[in-house]
T-cell receptor
Framework: DTAVSQTPKYLVTQMGNDKSIKCEQN?????MYWYKQDSKKFLKIMFS???????INETVPNRFSPKSPDKAHLNLHINSLELGDSAVYFC?????????????FGPGTRLTVT | TQLLEQSPQFLSIQEGENLTVYCNSS?????LQWYRQEPGEGPVLLVT?????EVKKLKRLTFQFGDARKDSSLHITAAQPGDTGLYLC???????????FGTGTSLTVIP
């Protein structure tokens, strides 16, 4: 049974479109994250979220927004997609805020903006 | 310049050789983690080090956290093709509430 799942695995879309990536975790964790991995394999945190607090990396454009319908889900909405948004996006979860906790990552969603 | 710099960026070695990967920063971290990522998958945690000077061993992998908690190293003994992957250090800086990944080291072990 997959611990952290993401859909879709691949997403190809045109500039200007709005898209969403879904993430679900069945680990019972309180905290979830979204990461962006660029073409050089550099992973950068975008958001960290639990049921009480959202921490946003200040470098993330406001076209990106996380939405959490419940503790097990954290979806990523992207408005007005740009070419530079092309990357692999990873969802992750952990029992608590970072503090040395293991993060469990999903398989990633490869987003290609044309 | 990223907060956590790894070296080398790429490493290609023969099976059976030893290697060390370094993760350096000018900042102090409350803990550091090492992850391995294989193509098409998300990173998987290998180890967490918390105490300055701490050494942890995981089979043929040895991890060390620097005394000042600003750096870490990963040493692999007798590398095997199954060790091939992208190795990432990561940690939470002691000040603030942000988590950072290192720049990554891509390791290829040739049979």
């Amino acid at each position: 049974d997959t611990a952290v799942s993401q859909t879709p695995k691949y997403l190809v879309t045109q500039m200007g479109n709005d898209k969403s990536i879904k993430c679900e975790q069945n680990l019972g964790h309180d905290t979830m994250y979204w990461y962006k991995q660029d073409s050089k394999k550099f992973l950068k945190i975008m958001f960290s979220y639990n049921n009480k607090e959202l921490i946003i990396n200040e470098t993330v454009p406001n076209r990106f927004s996380p939405k959490s319908p419940d503790k097990a889900h954290l979806n990523l909405h992207i408005n007005s997609l740009e070419l530079g948004d092309s990357a692999v996006y990873f969802c992750a979860s952990s029992p608590l805020w970072f503090s040395g906790n293991e993060q469990y990552f999903g398989p990633g969603t490869r987003l290609t903006v044309t | 310049t990223q907060l956590l710099e790894q070296s080398p960026q790429f490493l290609s070695i023969q099976e059976g050789e030893n290697l060390t990967v370094y993760c350096n920063s000018s900042s102090v971290f409350s803990s550091l983690q090492w992850y391995r990522q294989e193509p098409g998958e998300g990173p998987v945690l290998l180890v967490t080090v918390v105490t300055g000077g701490e050494v942890k061993k995981l089979k043929r992998l040895t991890f060390q956290f620097g005394d000042a908690r600003k750096d870490s190293s990963l040493h692999i003994t007798a590398a095997q093709p199954g060790d091939t992957g992208l190795y990432l250090c990561a940690g939470e800086r002691i000040t603030g509430n942000q988590f950072y990944f290192g720049t990554g080291t891509s390791l290829t072990v040739i049979p």
